[in-house]
């Protein structure tokens, strides 16, 4: 009968294998009590009744093929995985022993002990499989998770590439490799690994999900919307494909359409609390944002939405309430606290800005974009030495970060430069660099040689204004190690005021640095005089294109009606990005025209912008570009701040620290620029009349 049995064995495993269960169990069952095969046949039947989710029968009968075979390794071993599957650990644990002590060469039950162990005992085990069986799949797969999950992506991935090179088609592990790269920071074999991938499993929701997450990282929005779509016809249960299919439609500015996939999402997961943070967004609903409160209380999401809502009410009501209610919640967030540092900052209250700042850098200190609020409010309240060791943080947010230049020589790190090629390199855009450059005559006077990386429109002006210095033909930022010109030091222009206790302590004062191309600046003044015979000229601007703060620094065009009606002065635009049409415009509303055909382009010439500049007696415009190229040609500049200034206007002064020749003019209430202009036009026309130079 042994012979017979073992036929029958062998059949009802082919027969399980090719997907009939049914006509397996009927062959194992044939199997006589008294047969030497009888306790494997117990063991293939109970596999087969836990496959098909029966797990009490399939405990039953690996239970029976244990006491007829008790020194059966792989029935002790089945029998703990399913008690690991009905949350028996205690029992599971001792069966996966038992089946280890019997066949140690075994590697399944080695694996299935490390599934109920701890943390540092579960990668020992799954070691200790992977001696024992170098090239075992499960083995390698297991022990890349669980370093993976660790942050040891270097060794996960060996783990994976040793799957791999066993069985080269095995999903899993060109899956989680793709995913290990990925968090390594290096997208293009990622995407290499998720295709390689989706040849093994076509349709796949996760894998398609995976490369629109890498194509939504590199802003290509449409192509993320294509995978995020596809994942989700692959996977119409997979959550995450719904959700980030809609926050890629809200990139795409299809706030309307991306409704839809969110509440979609909501169906799979309907404990999703950022998808009902969205939706509350999206909807303008608080109904959304309380349903994530009541999902998780203690979870800041809901109230920062409750906040963010609350901006909408008059005088932005609630806001502040919302935003320390998600601070008592979660005190160990340090976005709550940075949130409303940043409140605080725009209600005008930088002291309290500084304070919920520090907090939350106390509970982060990596908080990169709290480290930068809390430095432009301590600069804002002129406690500089804190403000400019803050400062330094800048370049660690997310914006700052593609800005950062790299060499292999140290950063200045203030010694004495007597002698030292110093490597000084711009980063926060043309008025910053402008401003920063007022102290590099005083890095000349303390010896140092000087080479400057800065933007293209400006280096003319810094070669011909800064003669000693090198001004090298540079591209942008690469985020690899740059040449360094012969330098022996390097150091961003922001952190110059660091390096030199500016304003706390040290000896630097910011100096005028601008030389113009005198023979066009004369032409611009001696064209412009014989437009306005015996007038003076006055330069102006009255917008900001910038995206965030651009509208609390443009000033109408009717309210400068009474500046460009002040006798003697001929009002000529300097503003940027006006063609003839936006000036033709402005002199419409205002009552009066001004002289826009100087032929200057203020944005791409900034050699031409700084010879108009020189060739003016007084420029007059709110906070802008042209404010810093007035200040650095130490021209008179009267500049128009808006309430909550930029750091570097303070709060109270009408002078500037930086600029000589500039007198500020404070806006006191919100967006109201009346009492301003007013106090401009009476000013200027005292000015006129007192023949000041």
Same mark, same amino acid.
């Given at each position: 009968m042994n %012979? ?14 090719a997907?009939f269960?049914?006509?397996?169990a009927r062959l194992?069952?044939?199997?006589p009590p008294?047969?030497q ?15 098909e ?6 405990t !039953?009968?690996?239970q ?9 390794a792989t029935a002790?071993?089945?029998?703990g995985?399913?008690a690991?599957?009905?949350g028996?650990?205690?029992?599971? =644990?001792?069966?996966?022993r038992r ?5 140690p ?5 080695v694996?299935? #002990? ?14 200790? &499989? ?9 083995a ?6 669980e ?7 270097p ?5 994976f590439?040793?799957?791999?090179a066993?069985?080269?088609t ?7 490799l793709?995913? $290990?790269l990925?968090d390594l920071?290096?997208?293009? !074999?990622?995407?290499r690994?998720y ?5 093994l499993?076509?349709?796949s929701?996760?894998?398609q999900?995976?490369l629109g997450?890498? $194509?939504?990282v590199r ?7 294509a995978?995020?779509?596809? $994942?989700s016809?692959?996977d119409?249960?997979?959550a ?9 439609l ?5 706030e309307?359409?991306?409704i839809?996939?969110?509440? %979609?999402a909501?169906l799979?997961d309907?404990?999703d609390?950022a998808v009902c943070?969205?939706?509350a967004?999206?909807? @303008?609903?608080?109904d959304?944002?309380r349903?994530? =409160?009541a +999902?998780d209380?203690v979870?800041?999401?809901p ?6 809502l $609350?901006t909408k009410? @008059?005088?932005?009501?609630? /806001?502040?309430?919302?935003l ?7 005190p160990?967030?340090?976005?709550a606290?940075?949130n409303?540092?940043v409140?605080l900052g ?7 800005? /500084?304070?919920?700042?520090t907090y939350a850098t ?9 480290q930068l609020n809390?430095?432009?409010a301590?600069?804002?309240?002129e406690r ?6 803050a400062?330094?943080?800048r +370049?660690e947010t997310?914006e700052?970060?593609g800005l950062?230049?790299?060499?292999d020589?140290p950063?200045?790190?203030?010694d004495?430069i007597a ?11 043309i008025?910053?660099?402008?401003q920063f450059?007022?102290?590099?005559p005083h890095l000349?006077? #303390?010896g140092a ?5 800065t933007e293209e ?7 011909r204004s800064l ?5 090298p033909?540079?591209g942008p930022p690469?985020?690899?190690t740059?040449d360094h010109?012969g330098a022996?030091?390097h150091l961003a222009l922001?952190?110059l005021?660091?390096r030199?206790h ?8 910011? @100096?005028?640095?601008?030389v ?5 600046a ?15 000229l /006055? ?6 294109i910038?995206?965030?703060?651009g509208g609390r620094?443009?000033?109408?065009p009717? #309210? ?21 049409e936006?000036i033709?415009a402005?002199?419409a509303e205002?009552g009066?025209p001004i ?6 382009d ?6 031409? +912008?700084?010879? #108009? ?5 007084l ?8 404010v ?8 008179p500049c009267?500049t ?7 750091w570097?206007?303070g ?8 600029y000589p020749?500039t007198?500020?003019?404070r ?6 620029w009346?009492?301003? =202009?007013?106090?401009? &036009?009476a ?8 023949g000041a130079?």
């Amino acid at each position: 009968m042994n %012979r017979a049995s073992l036929r029958m064995l062998q059949e009802g495993i082919q027969c399980q294998r090719a997907g009939f269960p049914g006509r397996a169990a009927r062959l194992y069952r044939r199997i006589p009590p008294d047969d030497q095969h009888y306790a494997d046949a117990l063991n293939l039947l109970g596999m087969l009744s836990y496959e098909e989710g029966r797990a009490d029968e399939a405990t !039953e009968l690996l239970q029976r093929s244990i006491r007829a075979k008790p020194d059966a390794a792989t029935a002790w071993g089945n029998l703990g995985g399913v008690a690991h599957h009905l949350g028996r650990r205690p029992a599971a =644990m001792a069966c996966h022993r038992r089946s280890i002590i019997l066949a140690p060469e075994q590697v399944d039950s080695v694996i299935g #002990l490390s599934r109920l162990a701890s943390e540092t005992t579960r990668i020992a085990l799954l070691r200790w &499989a992977v001696t024992v069986s170098p090239l075992d799949e499960t083995a390698n797969q297991e022990i890349g998770t669980e370093l993976a999950e660790g942050g040891d992506l270097p060794a996960a991935i060996g783990g994976f590439r040793r799957v791999l090179a066993a069985h080269p088609t095995a999903s899993a592990a060109l899956f989680s490799l793709g995913n $290990a790269l990925r968090d390594l920071k290096r997208p293009g !074999e990622a995407e290499r690994l998720y295709r390689r991938t989706l040849c093994l499993l076509p349709g796949s929701g996760n894998v398609q999900n995976n490369l629109g997450l890498l $194509a939504f990282v590199r802003a290509d929005w449409a192509t993320a919307e294509a995978w995020f779509s596809a $994942a989700s016809r692959g996977d119409p249960r997979l959550a995450a494909a719904w959700s980030n299919r809609a926050r890629t439609l809200q990139k795409l500015g299809r706030e309307s359409d991306a409704i839809r996939p969110y509440k %979609r999402a909501l169906l799979t997961d309907p404990t999703d609390i950022a998808v009902c943070c969205e939706l509350a967004g999206l909807l @303008e609903a608080k109904d959304w944002a309380r349903r994530a =409160m009541a +999902l998780d209380p203690v979870s800041p999401q809901p109230y920062s939405r409750m906040a963010l809502l $609350a901006t909408k009410n @008059e005088g932005r009501a609630g /806001v502040l309430d919302w935003l320390h209610r998600g601070a008592v919640v979660r005190p160990d967030d340090p976005d709550a606290w940075y949130n409303i540092g940043v409140e605080l900052g725009r209600a005008g209250d930088p002291q309290g800005a /500084v304070t919920y700042g520090t907090y939350a850098t106390r509970v982060s200190d990596t908080h990169a974009r709290a480290q930068l609020n809390t430095a432009l409010a301590l600069l804002a309240l002129e406690r500089f030495q804190e403000g400019w060791h803050a400062h330094t943080r800048r +370049l660690e947010t997310s914006e700052g970060a593609g800005l950062r230049r790299f060499f292999d020589i140290p950063e200045w790190d203030g010694d004495p430069i007597a002698g030292r090629h110093l490597l000084l390199w711009g980063e926060q855009g043309i008025g910053d660099e402008v401003q920063f450059l007022t102290l590099a005559p005083h890095l000349r006077r #303390l010896g140092a040689r000087l080479t400057i990386i800065t933007e293209e429109r400006l280096r003319p002006i810094v070669r011909r204004s800064l003669p000693d210095a090198a001004v090298p033909d540079v591209g942008p930022p690469t985020g690899r190690t740059e040449d360094h010109h012969g330098a022996d030091l390097h150091l961003a222009l922001g952190d110059l005021p660091d390096r030199l206790h500016l304003f706390c302590g040290g000896e630097a004062i910011p @100096e005028p640095w601008i030389v113009p191309d005198a023979d066009r600046a004369a032409a611009l003044r001696s064209s412009l005089q014989a437009r306005h015979p015996g007038k003076r000229l /006055v330069g102006i601007t009255w917008r900001s294109i910038a995206p965030k703060t651009g509208g609390r620094r443009t000033i109408a065009p009717a #309210l400068w009606r009474d500046v460009l009606a002040v006798p003697g002065a001929a009002v000529v635009s300097l503003q940027y990005g006006a063609g003839p049409e936006d000036i033709a415009a402005f002199g419409a509303e205002a009552g009066l025209p001004i002289d826009g055909s100087h032929g200057v382009d203020p944005v791409q010439d900034l050699d031409g +912008l700084a010879a #108009l500049v020189a060739a003016m007696d007084l420029v007059v415009c709110p906070a802008n570009n042209t404010v810093h190229f007035a200040g650095a040609l130490a021209k008179p500049c009267w500049t128009l701040v808006p309430t909550r200034p930029d750091w570097r206007w303070g709060l109270g002064r009408s002078d500037s620290l930086w600029y000589p020749r500039t007198i500020v003019y404070r806006q006191e209430t919100d967006d109201d620029w009346s009492p301003v =202009m007013a106090r401009v &036009a009476a000013d200027l026309a005292s000015w006129i009349a007192q023949g000041a130079p």
